[in-house]
């Protein structure tokens, strides 16, 4: 069987000692963790693993010897070695040599049991301690279709990894301690750390309990009884704002939460929100800063009102053609001229509340730029709104046209089921037989003829409505699809994807370094990072959605049946 040895290629230059990691029986590996130097006592040594055995749940022990001999090599060093395994009872005895500069090594293992060394084929892989501690292994993402063999080759992996992330005690020992035990291994020249990273640790703290403290505050205050009655109660499941401010006070909870993070995955989260925030923050001041310079609000309440004129007017005369002959079809001019007027009188009525509105619209807007102090994403849904707001008579004039069309349609449709001999049974939620008496079948007849005949200029009125409603919906869904992407967007897990890839990885490969025979296989591990595509699927944040998600059938069905498509409504809530 193949004896697979994990050497960390900072220890290359170690003087000689022993060498302690863990050993797995499973795959016949061995990780090398770090290098014991002499001198030492034996019983220190134990106890001392036995201590970081407790800490870190790895079973860490005595795996062999280590020999680095710049010199000659000198045989009384090699038997001491080598009768160290008599000590440190672990089987095999691993022995390792290093002579000179050489780049060859020699690497055996001695049983104890029949006291001879055995010859066994060896394979020496070198991995960067630093890298594999700091690096997150993660699964395979389409587990469904992994063959078990990677699947398998991975959870291997997945051991070798943990081994060294879990063994983080043990690097936190370096030369400059006054310790009996010298180790060398990736941090033995002195611990890695930063002042400012441990003043912010400690800055933190605090921090996070007034954090937490504010948004208890914030979320009792909105979870009172005051907001439950009818105005606020509305306006906090219409506005796209609402939505936003809960979605980012739900992300302030989990920042300020004092619970430690129990994984990688939960780790990521928490770190992709704070960045998220950070940037969202940045980008609404700068959004801020543009708008307040050089009286840009100013200007842009002067162009509002004209823009709105502008669109009443173009309704104004799309209703008078209408009204007409349009395209050279010929409508019922009764109904034309009913269904005209009533949508020129709303036109008159959105025109007088504009021009109403007109002197506070400066002051409006100059308090909805303060908001974007809040975040980017929280202007933006502003935005949402407020174009939400200004095409209100639009979606009045769709709602109105497709409730009369879909009355029509469901009209129709029960009335061709009369001249069948059907019925719609409402409790069974199925078509029966049904026989109708002669009165019946004429006052059918004659709904039908009716309906039929008023249904083009009723569907030429809910068509035209039906397109200004969808293109209102397409700009609203392009201001929601930025959102989302602000707010699932993993820009931590990006930067660190692109700063230090080795932190995520989706495997290994094996460069050969050496090769000779009678010497041990020299390959060297090097971490695969996770691709852009699978950082941003693995995580990606929850986002909320305004609008119900609905399929293309489903929305052409809603669209040919008059039903209302994406109107406002509470959240989760069945559409009609």
């Known amino acids: 069987m193949v004896l697979k040895v994990f050497f960390p290629s900072c220890c290359s230059s170690a003087e000689s000692g022993i060498l302690i990691g863990r050993w797995i029986s499973e795959q016949n590996s061995a990780v090398i963790l770090a290098v014991v130097h002499f001198p030492f006592i034996p019983v220190q040594v134990k106890q001392y ?35 160290l395994g008599t000590i440190f009872s672990h089987e095999p005895w691993i022995q390792i040599s290093k002579e000179g500069d050489s780049k060859f ?39 469904a279709a992994s063959t078990d063999h990677k699947v398998d080759d991975a959870s291997k992996l997945s051991a070798i990894f943990d081994t060294v992330a879990k063994s983080k005690i043990l690097f936190m020992t370096d030369k400059y301690d006054d310790g009996p ?19 912010m640790k400690q800055a933190s703290v605090p921090a996070c309990m007034l954090l937490t403290f504010l948004l208890s505050l914030i979320s009792g205050a909105c979870k009172s009884r005051v907001l439950n009655f009818w105005p606020l109660s509305f306006l906090w499941s219409k506005l796209s704002t609402c939505e936003q401010l809960a979605h980012r006070l739900q992300h302030l909870q989990v920042i300020g939460s004092n619970k430690k993070a129990q994984n990688q995955t939960q780790l990521m989260r928490k770190a992709n929100i704070f960045v998220s925030l950070l940037i969202d923050v ?43 002959a349009p395209a050279g079809l010929k409508m019922n001019r009764a109904l034309d001229q009913v269904l005209g007027r009533f949508f020129l009188y709303h036109i008159h009525l959105w025109i007088s509340y504009i021009h109403l509105m007109s002197p506070f619209i400066e002051m409006i807007l ?11 994403t929280v202007a933006l849904c502003i935005l949402s709104d407020i174009v939400a707001l200004l095409t209100f008579h639009i979606y009045c004039f769709y709602v109105y046209g497709a409730r009369l069309y879909c009355l029509k349609i469901y009209g129709l449709s029960s009335l061709w089921r009369l001249f069948r001999g059907k019925k719609w049974n409402v409790l069974r939620q199925r078509v029966d037989s049904c026989s109708y008496d002669l009165d019946q079948l004429f006052i059918g007849t004659l709904l039908f003829t009716i309906l039929l005949f008023l249904l083009p200029t009723t569907a030429l009125y809910y068509l035209v409505f039906t397109l200004l ?37 989706a495997g290994v490969k094996f460069r050969v370094l050496e090769q000779q025979d009678g010497k041990p296989l020299r390959l060297l591990m090097q971490i695969n990072p996770l691709s852009y595509g699978s950082v941003v699927q693995t995580y990606r944040l929850p986002t909320y ?16 049946l008059g039903e209302l498509i994406y109107p406002w409504k509470h959240k989760g809530e069945k559409q009609d």
């Open 49 to 83: 693993l036995s201590e970081v055995q407790r800490v870190t749940k790895v079973s860490v022990s005595v795996l062999g010897s280590w020999n680095n001999s710049k010199q000659e090599k000198e045989e009384s060093l090699s038997e001491f070695l080598e009768d």
């Open 105 to 143: 090594w020699s690497c055996s293992t001695l049983q104890k049991q029949s006291n001879n060394h055995r010859e066994e084929e060896i394979i020496l892989v070198y991995y960067d301690q630093r890298k594999v501690m700091l690096s997150y292994l993660h699964p395979p993402l389409d587990t």
């Open 181 to 199: 035990i010298k180790l060398t291994h990736w941090q033995s020249d002195g611990v890695e750390a930063s002042i400012i990273v441990e003043l």
């Open 282 to 324: 940045a980008l609404g001041i700068l959004l801020m800063s543009w708008l307040y310079r050089k009286n840009r609000i100013g200007h842009l309440a002067d162009t509002l009102i004209p823009v709105a004129d502008h669109v009443a007017e173009e309704l104004q005369d799309l209703l008078q053609w209408l009204m007409g």
């Open 366 to 376: 100059w308090y909805v730029g303060l908001s974007a102090c809040l975040g980017l």
């Open 469 to 505: 409603r969808l293109l209102v919906v397409i700009v609203q869904g392009l201001i929601h699809l930025l959102v989302d992407l602000i707010d699932s967007l993993p820009l931590y897990s990006i930067i660190l994807r692109l700063c230090r890839s080795y932190r995520l990885a």
């Open 545 to 560: 959605s305004c609008y119900p998600k609905d399929s293309w059938t489903s929305l052409c069905k809603k669209l040919f």
